[in-house]
């Protein structure tokens, strides 16, 4: 792990044009940029958040560790998005795990400092609970419809939860094994490897090495649906 200064040119968000210069110098004491490699653990379920870390490039996976020591993946995160935010809000424990899906670097930002200044910034204040809102609503919706699909249905259906919203510009499966998708689907990596070729018999999507591209979207929704 490294670090080393960090500007405002460093945070690619469009929430941060809403603060004045006077504001960005007082949040700047303390400001850090931070990297980590590929494959290393950004922070662990039931650590305190005493930072709040903005990711300004590279690809982050959010998971939750269960007592079994099973990972149940929840979220892709990426650059523009926060982790350990509600820090700001009191939260003392961190409900998820977070490892980095590809090399990462992030600008750390001082938990005090960030709720100082939500409090005298209100746009700001309204952006960033607006997108966590969003973002929040989006997970709640995919994870509540995995509950009711069999096996099938919860594949196509992450298989859209992947490709969909912040996700959409990129190929994620190039950043996922088999078992990662598993644990999204929360079905095991036999019977994930075997439904997906199965859609790929089908003509819903092709599979080249780690990629997966879609071919029939709408045959992959009616099987969410219906599966």
Wanted: charged share 25%; glycine share 6%; hydrophobic share 45%.
């Amino acid at each position: 792990m490294k670090t080393n200064g960090c500007v405002k040119s460093d945070l690619p968000v469009s929430c941060f044009n809403l603060i004045t210069q006077e504001q960005w110098e007082a949040l700047s004491a303390g400001r850090k940029i931070i990297s980590f490699k590929k494959g290393e653990l950004l922070i662990k379920k039931g650590m305190a958040p005493n930072q709040v870390i903005f990711i300004t490039e590279g690809f982050v996976l959010k998971y939750i560790e269960t007592d079994e020591d099973r990972a149940v993946n929840v979220d892709i995160l990426r650059e523009g998005d926060f982790i350990g935010i509600q820090s700001v809000l009191g939260v003392t424990s961190c409900n998820y795990s977070y490892k980095a899906l590809t090399n990462i670097t992030a600008c750390v930002i001082n938990t005090a400092l960030l709720k100082t200044l939500l409090e005298t910034n209100s746009n700001l204040a309204l952006r960033l609970l607006k997108r966590a809102a969003e973002d929040e609503n989006a997970l709640m919706e995919f994870h509540a419809q995995l509950t009711y699909k069999q096996m099938a249905g919860r594949l196509a259906l992450t298989l859209l939860f992947l490709t969909e919203n912040r996700l959409k510009d990129i190929n994620v499966f190039r950043l996922l094994t088999r078992k990662d998708i598993a644990d999204f689907a929360g079905i095991s990596h036999f019977n994930t490897t075997k439904i997906l070729k199965d859609f790929e018999n089908e003509g819903i999507i092709k599979l080249v090495d780690k990629d997966i591209y879609i071919l029939n979207r709408k045959h992959l929704e009616q099987l969410a649906q219906v599966g």
